[in-house]
């Protein structure tokens, strides 16, 4: 790729990143007109009415951009370790794995701080990804991209199974997340982010600690080991990192998909297939997609809101189909 459309391409995702972030803090229940949220921005002291609500999103806005750069890494991450194409924490079910244990948490432990969600979440996500490498390695072949799609399906079949049984019949853990089943940033707040900003770091570091030995195992296992990389290792962190980004973003959103498989197929068509861009950009464009899907849900559902989880579903759904059906002649 030529630099100069390089740089053209990476100022029109910040051009979008900036206007995502405007239509966060002017458009919900009330909409705000321009003038007083850069006000409100410049005087966070102002206590009139509309200055309350920007100031409300600001915190919702911060921690859509965060979630989706987060589920945006890890499913770069996810697809490059495995490679598969349409590998993503929904869709491997590692969500669903995260949001079975914090139920659990919520309904026989008792939890109530946001750091408990999040590293009952990570136990959760980490053992949803074992049960399903484990299902796909079975039989002859080894693992398939098929058999590591449908592992995947079925785990998350059977963990939204367990979730309805522990919640149906307890009222109050249903009253309280039954939005956060299907994804919601609606509820979050400072410390909720304050929380989860110190995995989501330490997530991003690791990415980027394994972003050059990720584009030697694109080339294959042989030729990684030739170069010198240690492919064991390599997956085991980038796994790793995976689960701490999509986990910790579960255990405070709920399960939010798509993101994680949309956001590094739209970096590989503008950039191509370099790990080292597709890490830090995906990040961006997971950041977008999620803060925009919260406006339309927001526009949709007015004077309410639509969760942006459903949103996702619906944007993400065709995209996923197409991906599939490309799959089946290519890979990674």
Sequence with gaps: MKYINFINILLAIIILLVLCVFSSLLFGSKNIDLLTVLNTLKNIHNDSFDAIVVKERIPRTIFSLLAGASLG??????????????????????????????????????????????????????ITAIA????????????????????????????SSLINMVMLPRSDVMSSFRFWQVGSVSGVNWQSILSM?????????????????????????????GLGVKVGLTRIISTISAILLCSTVTALAGPIGFIGLMAPHIIR????NNIKFIIPISAFIGGIILTFSDVIGRLIGSPSELEVGIVTSFIGAPIFIIISMKAKVRSL
């Design 73 to 126: 890494i890890s499913g770069t991450l996810m697809q490059s370790i495995t490679r598969n194409p349409i590998a993503d924490p929904s869709i491997l079910g590692i969500n669903m794995g995260a949001s079975l244990f914090v139920v659990l948490g919520i309904a026989f432990l008792g939890i109530t701080t946001y750091k408990e969600y999040i590293v009952l979440a990570l136990i959760g996500g980490l």
């Design 132 to 159: 399903v490498y484990f299902i796909a390695s079975i039989g002859n072949g080894g693992i398939s991209l098929m058999k590591l799609a449908l592992s995947g399906v079925i785990i998350s079949s059977i963990l």
């Design 197 to 225: 900003l110190p995995f989501i770091i330490i997530g991003i570091i690791l990415s980027i600690a394994v972003a050059p030995s990720l584009n030697a195992l694109a080339l294959g296992d042989e030729v990684a080991i």
């Design 269 to 272: 068509m503008l950039f191509g």
